[in-house]
T-cell receptor, first 115, second 114 residues
Framework: NAGVTQTPKFQVLKTGQSMTLQCAQD?????MYWYRQDPGMGLRLIYY???????DKGEVPNGYNVSRLNKREFSLRLESAAPSQTSVYFC??????????????FGPGTRLTVT | AQKITQTQPGMFVQEKEAVTLDCTYD???????LFWYKQPSSGEMIFLIY??????QNATEGRYSLNFQKARKSANLVISASQLGDSAMYFC???????????FGQGTRLTINP
């Protein structure tokens, strides 16, 4: 099993350009997540999808859109990139249910630079 | 709102010593889970250990243990017999019962010196 995969690994954009970050998981998880990681700030949730067909905003959703294409795939789109969106982006997936013990499995990350 | 605080931006420890990484949390919920993740310089996030709020025993996983003090709202990670490969960022995180998301702390950078 590949677990959680993300493409691309690195990307440089100019201000105002758009792009889509792709994420796929092969663990049959219902929930998927997009985080951004900035120095000194830990991981902050951008959007998540509890199940196929649903998406919800996280802590820092402004400037982003998401699509849960099917159970396996969850994409993150930047419509008009800004330098403040320079960050490392992580996709994650997990089981969902009443238990608190479901860990999240993370992809390798995408390092995005906006100039 | 839930919050995780990791007050140690950086820690330096000699190889083979034990190390404790601090984590305090703030929540009014009674049912929650606490997680620790390791992020080496290669960037991936690796799950280390989990503690449930109703678990009576402290969690252990190999050289990792979690010192859970519910009344003090702390969930410190203890790494015994540290190794050079333990050098990494370490994140504490929390999930409430019924919630989807994890709330992360700012992280602690651990450096193991030979």
């Amino acid at each position: 099993n590949a677990g959680v995969t993300q493409t691309p690994k690195f990307q440089v954009l100019k201000t105002g350009q758009s792009m889509t970050l792709q994420c796929a998981q092969d663990m049959n998880h219902n929930s998927m997540y997009w985080y951004r990681q900035d120095p000194g700030m830990g991981l902050r949730l951008i959007y998540y999808s509890a199940s196929e067909g649903t998406t919800d905003k996280g802590e820092v959703p402004n400037g982003y859109n998401v699509s849960r294409l099917n159970k396996r795939e969850f994409s993150l789109r930047l419509e008009s990139a800004a330098p403040s969106q320079t960050s490392v982006y992580f996709c994650a997936s997990s089981e969902v249910g009443a238990k608190t013990s479901y860990e999240q499995y993370f992809g390798p990350g995408t390092r995005l630079t906006v100039t | 709102a839930q919050k995780i605080t990791q007050t140690q931006p950086g820690m330096f420890v000699q190889e083979k010593e034990a190390v404790t990484l601090d984590c305090t949390y703030d929540t009014s919920d009674q049912s929650y889970g606490l997680f620790w993740y390791k992020q080496p310089s290669s960037g991936e996030m690796i799950f280390l250990i989990y503690q449930g709020s109703y678990d009576e025993q402290n969690a252990t996983e190999g050289r990792y243990s979690l010192n859970f003090q519910k009344a003090r709202k702390s969930a410190n990670l203890v790494i015994s017999a540290s190794q050079l490969g333990d050098s990494a960022m370490y994140f504490c995180a929390m999930r409430m019962k019924g919630a989807q998301k994890l709330v992360f702390g700012q992280g602690t950078r651990l450096t193991i010196n030979p």
